[in-house]
């Protein structure tokens, strides 16, 4: 094992600077570290002003989602000896950068306002009988922590500027809509404000997770399915249309 | 040996897709090529009750197949990341070019692929052709026959069963995806247990769209290679 | 450098902290009418509930239809070692239930019993089987759920990333707070009505914790600035199961639902040593048990070269582990390559819940001051001496509510007054002075501080060390003084831990203090000088501000009512 290990960190600060550089430090590994600590070694010995998100450090909060070595991962669950003895660390590139390895991340909230929230069903007698075979669906998509990381790699948010959700946003619509009790379809939604049809299912998204969420296969295309359900097939439109439980 | 270098790493940013070929997609047109030299030049439409699979039932089906695997989405991934470079690769925009090369996605052109679920239903329909043909294949000398080539028949129908069946829009409309009640079903471990089945088998849905292929293209060249006159026409079990 | 600009905001209703407790509070206030403004030191949805792992306890019945809501009271008394406050408990007890349906129907998915209803776990020292759970992550589902509730709400505000430095009163009123948005770099003033700390945990003045990085206290600092009344500050739970190895994730929580589904904890000789400890509850005693226990084996030299003992679950089969456990086989896969189906985890004790806090009314949730209100782990009072595992999602909840309509309400019937432009101008001065890149780091302060804590007021206790750690911590004052951290307001960590380390200071010495004061072992707090329990003790210390001074005194609830009394065994003294 390495004893040390250079650290190239992504160093902007809008204050002064016009545009950011890497930064070398050179850190001490100790076992099991992960590239969270080698960052926290520098902000605690060496510059204290290294602006960094974090809050679990357990892969439960998504809060340190960076581009380790090109990479979207969390660096408090990408152990340094995985990488080599030199490692790039770099903010999320999808979003405005606020600082160092910290970036803006609100417009995700903007989005998740507009996905039509969890309506349960009307005259459900209480309290609610659910089956577990009804819960294990959804129950993948509510394993999200909302690092963003598939937003990040989504080359649609990070190369075009097109009106897509993100894939983060297609599975919490799956979430709601593998809901046993939940009563509306978002496929509207999805299709006509979501963007949906902008995802072109190459499972970047997928390969980052750090849930492992099949969001591709999982969420994404069963969406599109459903969207094809209501916009393309002529056949489901018509026996919706005849059983009257067309869309919202 | 420096200049060799560089490049070579210019190359490889101005074309990525030559220096890490995805061998599914390649693999993919190589066959489309072998198949339109083979079909239209030198046609095997069958040998001694030896079906060809791509003239099952009847070589018109063969843009229809096509079509279906276009639309698929195993394929689609392939050929949207490999020809049309969206995106190159997860994360990394080494030409530093896709904002300024437009991007529709699936919205316009590549919306048709929205009716894939109309060629699976056409797929599903062709299936029992590959099974028929395994048993004119065993029957073809009266009694029962098992040659080597129908062996490689009747795996050639699994396999296209496996990737029809692992489709993502056999999932959605047979295998319950749509469904958000399995409890409401008549038996909903049943209905439930189908879909998790069928969502195992989706797991390996690109795996199957590849291998599937490529068997086509075997039981092809060994028919060929029996017209052709080699003697490999083994049989390996018989009842007469 | 010194940024006078700052931007104002006017609220009905100011709630400190993003956690399960501030959103449930908000989910509460936004049905009453008023505006709210939510604060929070992390990003949207980080906050340290979504690190809650085992469940809800709430007397369902679902799983074990003896229970109910007054075997729940009897089991959070007892294990709060009665110096809970029964009214709190009662309500909590009572209400659980109808908050845990509530929070299904805003579309939390909880897992299911084969009769459809919501499953429930076993948990340590609960008598029946009640923590309504969503796998292992059903903090998470909470505050999503919450999460969502409120970003499709209209009339609220969340300004995630702002870390508030003061609480400003007027006339002994708490009329608004100064807070820096860590974003931008920016002071803002809040004029509030009310205001509501629900500002979690301090976890992090210890070595060893189970906590985020934002459990560091600042919501029970920031009341306690202000004058409130702070109780029961010597009550800090350790959890008895953390991870050990690797160093980097020492003491991440190793969820008591492992036990709950059937762990079983062994020593290095192979000894199944809860049998030894606790021959009825085994591994399911209460918390303080099971750690004290584990310490013990760890200091008699039959715990692992790292410092643990072991646990194992990997009897029960995979597919049981995977569907039940899932987040405790990843965590042990990616942080340790430990497969924990096959082999056995390494545990030790680490901090985990704050018992004490703020002093509230039992019935609106207020505190000593007025317009300020506290909830969640900030507030003390329902856990006692031990918290029970579940009870803190059960008491977000309920008291989530009773808050949120409560000050609402006060805010309803309160003016808003405006914060004076001088006290914003001061506030900002003394943070911008932090920027001082001379000073001494914030960092090894804190490195020191918490190391003191982990090793003089842990798990075992005594005069001697406690002492050493009160002078220690009153050093460490002294150096604050001359804190600093070059850089700028914009996004400095350097600078949030010179704040931080504020109350982290504070707290621990009121933590300390404390347990010198009690003179006893209960609950969490145990004293090798005193091992036994005490019936003088059978109240609650409370400390106060005054002017500089801190003051201290004892607080002992009203007597129990006779149908309370009923249900509650005898307390016993040796």
Known sequence: MNKEVKMNVYRFDPNKDKEGKFQEFTVPVKEGMVVLDAVHYIENNMDPTLGVRWNCKAARCGSCAAEINGKPSLMCKTRVDSLGDKIHVAPMKAFPIVKDLVTDVSRNWEIARKIPEFTPKKGLKEPWQIAEIDVSRSREFRNCIECFLCQDVCHVIREHDKDYIGPRFMVKAASLDTHPLDSINRSKFLHEEGGAGYCNITKCCQSVCPEHIAITDNAIIPEKESIVDSYYDPVTMLFKKIRGKHGQ | MDSEANFLSTMKKAIPELFEPNWRLWSFLAILIFAIVALFVFPVKEYKGLIDPFYSPTILIVPVVGLFRLTCYAYRKDYYRNIFNHPQSCAADER????????????????????????????????????????????????????????????NAILLTLWVFSCHAFRHVFAGGNVKCYDCALKPNARKGFFNFQSMLNKRHEEWAFISLVFI?????????????????FRIFQVI | MTNENYKSIDTDLLIIGAGGSGLRAAVEAINSGVSVTILSKSLLGKAHTVMAEGGIAASLGDVDPEDNWKVHFKDTMVEGVYISDWRLVEKLAKEAPDRVYELERMGALF????????????????????????????????LRTLEDKILHSSNVKIMDEVFVTKLIKKNDKVIGAVGLDMKTGEFIAINSKSTIIAGGGCGRIYEVTSNSWESTGDGIALAFDAGAELMDMEMMQFHPTGMVWPPGVRGLLVTEGVRGEGGLLYNTKGERFMLRYSPQKKELDARDVVARAIYNEIQEGRGTEHGGVLLDISYKGKDFIMKKLPGMYMQF?????????????????????????????????STNVKGLFAVGEAAAGVHGANRLGGNSLADLLVFGKYVGINASAYAKTANLEKIPEAEIKDEIKRVSEFINPNGINPYSLTEKLRKTMSENVGIVRNEQNMQKALSVILDIKKEYKNIGVGGNLQYNPGLLQCLELHSMLEISELLVRGAIMRKESRGAHYRSDYPKKDKKWLKNIVFKKNEDKVESSTFLPPEMPPYLKEILPEETYE
Not at chain 2, 102 to 128: C, D, K, M, V
Not at chain 2, 217 to 233: E, F, S, T
């Open chain 2, 217 to 233: 293209v075997l039981v092809d060249l060994y028919l060929r290679a029996l017209a052709a006159g080699w003697p490999i026409d």
């Open chain 3, 111 to 142: 897992d299911r019993t084969p009769e459809k209803k919501i499953m429930q776990r076993a948990f340590g020292a609960h008598t029946y089987r009640r923590l309504c759970h969503v796998g292992d992550k059903t903090g998470l589902e909470l």
């Open chain 2, 96 to 155: 530093r070019d896709s904002a300024n090369r437009g991007y529709s996605g699936e919205t316009t052109l590549f919306a048709f692929n929205n009716l894939h679920r109309y060629l699976l239903y056409f797929g599903i329909i062709l299936l029992p052709f590959f099974y028929y043909d395994f048993y004119v294949s065993v029957t073809y000398f009266g009694g029962f026959v098992l040659r080597f080539a129908s062996i490689l028949i009747l795996l």
């Open chain 3, 333 to 365: 896969k990616e942080f340790a390559g430990v497969d924990i189906t096959k082999e056995k985890m390494e545990v030790g004790p680490t901090t985990h819940y704050f018992m004490g806090g703020i002093k509230v009314d039992t019935e609106t949730n």
